[in-house]
């Protein structure tokens, strides 16, 4: 298994930026594809960006232009700067991975698994904004 732990959320007012990172304790860290999802207090889980193994990025239309994500396969780190915070961010932030060789869907890309599940997710980091 993969242990995932998120790290670096907090509360900021709107307009703000925080960067939340994400440690995972695995090996072959750099073959997987990886994403942050979120998920507010009775509301629907959204995806918020994913990044495969060559870094290719895909972000949620409403975070796009907002949020960054990144990865340090060196450091086994996958981070999200979020920049001009809303109340709608306000939400638990979890990081997933999807390892390919499980995913036998189609497109066999990383946001079509993502979509599909995850196989390993963290605890959550929450993010408030007011």
């Known amino acids: 298994d993969v242990q995932l732990v998120e790290s670096g959320g907090g509360s900021v007012q709107a307009g703000g930026s925080l960067n939340i990172s994400c440690v995972a304790s695995?090996?072959?860290?750099?073959?997987?594809?990886m994403g942050w999802f979120r998920q507010a207090p009775g509301k629907e889980r959204e995806g918020v960006a994913i990044?495969?193994?060559?870094?290719?990025?895909i972000y949620a239309d409403s975070v796009k232009g907002r949020f960054t994500i990144s990865r340090d396969n060196a450091k086994n780190t996958l981070n999200l700067y979020m920049s001009d915070l809303q109340p709608e961010d306000t939400a638990m932030y979890y990081c997933?991975?999807?390892?390919?060789?499980?995913?036998?869907?189609?497109?066999?890309?990383?946001?079509?698994?993502?979509?599909?599940?995850?196989?390993?997710r963290g605890r959550g980091t929450q993010v408030t904004v007011s």
């Open positions: 997933t991975v999807r390892d390919m060789d499980t995913y036998s869907g189609y497109p066999k890309n990383c946001a079509a698994a993502l979509r599909a599940g995850f196989n390993w």
């Open positions: 695995t090996d072959t860290y750099s073959h997987y594809c």
């Open positions: 990044i495969d193994s060559s870094s290719s990025a």
